[in-house]
């Protein structure tokens, strides 16, 4: 709960009571506090995540089942709570998908199964965690966090993250492996990405708001590169 805030949609069963709202929760440095709220379809509150206070912003919660064990977890930056109670499972300790100069744009994880174990990770911009909440590999700098997206970008089989923060775009593997980076068009930090093709082609491109509206295909940097040539827009 909280201004500005994103959401998210899924089969959280509903709990027979309710702990009442915490009033006015704060951060141990005095900031206001948020809280994850889950509703009914009915807009009835289905349960809070009392056992987690997060700075406020526009968070985007993502909604999966990442031990496949039919069960439902919700994933707020690096915190996973229960879809059935909102009680917290794990905290990540590491990146939450977010970058720090805009902390008002929120949390952007992003969730996927990048290696096809059939377990799904919980991705953020500079740490890739396994559903336990094990750190699978990742980068050591607060900066290197942004916010993230999943796509197959250069059409391997096997999905990449895109991780946008700082003017800058990266293209990371899912052994943390960066193999492109991309200047965002016009200027600005950047916000998170979008990742489709355009009607003429299947080559996969990147999107990110910034001070334009620049595209990035790493398939086509990879085509251009290894042809000398300066990449297409």
Not at 43 to 65: N, Q
Not at 123 to 135: C, E, K, P, S
């Amino acid at each position: 709960s909280g201004s500005d805030a994103g959401g998210g949609t899924g089969d959280v069963p509903v709990e027979p009571s309710l702990p009442g709202i915490v009033p006015d929760p704060q951060l141990p440095d005095g900031r206001s506090a948020c809280q994850v709220v889950a509703f009914t379809v009915s807009g009835d509150v289905k349960w809070i995540a009392h056992d987690l206070m997060l700075p406020c912003g526009g968070h985007a919660p993502a909604l999966g089942d990442l031990e496949g064990d039919g069960v439902v977890e919700v994933v707020v930056g690096d915190a996973v709570m229960d879809g059935r109670s909102g009680a917290l499972l794990w905290e990540g300790g590491a990146g939450k998908g977010a970058y720090p100069t805009h902390p008002e744009v929120g949390y952007h994880t992003v969730i996927a199964d990048l290696d096809g174990d059939g377990l799904q990770e919980v991705i953020t911009g500079r740490t890739l965690y396994d559903a336990n909440g094990n750190a699978l590999c990742g980068f050591s700098s607060e900066e290197d966090d942004g916010f993230t997206g999943v796509a197959d970008l250069d059409l391997d089989g096997a999905g990449e993250v895109v991780s946008i923060g700082g003017g800058l775009g990266r293209i990371i593997e899912a052994d943390c492996t960066v193999t492109a980076t991309f200047t965002l068009a016009g200027g600005g930090n950047g916000g998170p990405p979008t990742t489709a093709h355009s009607a003429t082609d299947l080559v996969p491109e990147v999107g990110a708001a910034a001070g334009a509206t620049p595209t990035f295909s790493p398939r086509r940097a990879a085509a251009s590169s290894a042809a000398g040539t300066a990449p297409p827009p």
